[in-house]
């Protein structure tokens, strides 16, 4: 049953990248953030742009973009999410912030810029701002905590990890179900302006 559950758990994440980082330091993150969700039994699933149709029921925008004196000053990123529907889609992740902190701590620009991709995909997923003590989803990253790299500090716990699931499960179940509704309503025509 967990290998079904595990092959059949994925999101679509598009990433915009408006900083033009080198495709190496994307590839990089990517690799990480796929790692980081693996554990949790959920893969990713990488689509390109321009988006043609929509590729799969849950789909994710990362924007990779610098921060602005609006921006929280300590954060690496952002979420919109609606916290009383509890789902999320879009993302900011700050890449100046990334570059600033792994150069601080002598870290891995692609590594850290994935765990912190990863970190707004756990908040989009669990559509909360909520963060947790300890792993992945703490709300602080400290340099010591990059300089040590203890893996237990770039984890999902196992208790995220099920919430990320349970989910992302519900969301593709709400999707599917609003297709069959307007399936089943058979075709609609749309007046014309």
């Not at 049953?1 to 408006?18: E, G, I, P």
């Not at 100046?96 to 990863?118: P, Q």
């Amino acid at each position: 049953m967990l290998a079904h559950l595990t092959t059949a758990l994925y999101v679509v994440v598009r990433v915009y990248d408006l900083q033009g980082l080198p495709p190496a330091e994307l590839a990089a993150a990517r690799s990480a953030t796929e790692r980081i969700l693996k554990d949790a039994d959920i893969a990713v699933r990488w689509a390109d742009c321009p988006c043609n149709r929509p590729a799969g029921p849950v789909e994710l925008m990362i924007r990779v973009a610098a921060s602005t004196p609006e921006s929280e000053p300590a954060s690496l990123g952002f979420s919109y999410v609606d916290v009383n529907r509890k789902v999320g889609t879009l993302a900011t992740v700050f890449a100046d912030r990334v570059h600033t902190l792994a150069d601080a701590v002598h870290a891995d620009h692609g590594e850290l810029l994935g765990r912190a991709m990863a970190h707004e995909i756990g908040h989009l997923l669990l559509g909360t701002h909520d963060h947790e003590r300890a792993g992945l989803m703490r709300g602080r990253w400290t340099s010591i905590e990059l300089s040590r790299n203890s893996p237990f500090d770039w984890r999902l716990s196992s208790g995220d990890g099920a919430h990320l699931r349970q989910a992302l499960s519900r969301r593709i179940r709400g999707v599917r179900e609003a297709r069959a509704l307007v399936a089943s309503a058979g075709r609609v025509d749309w007046p014309t302006p």
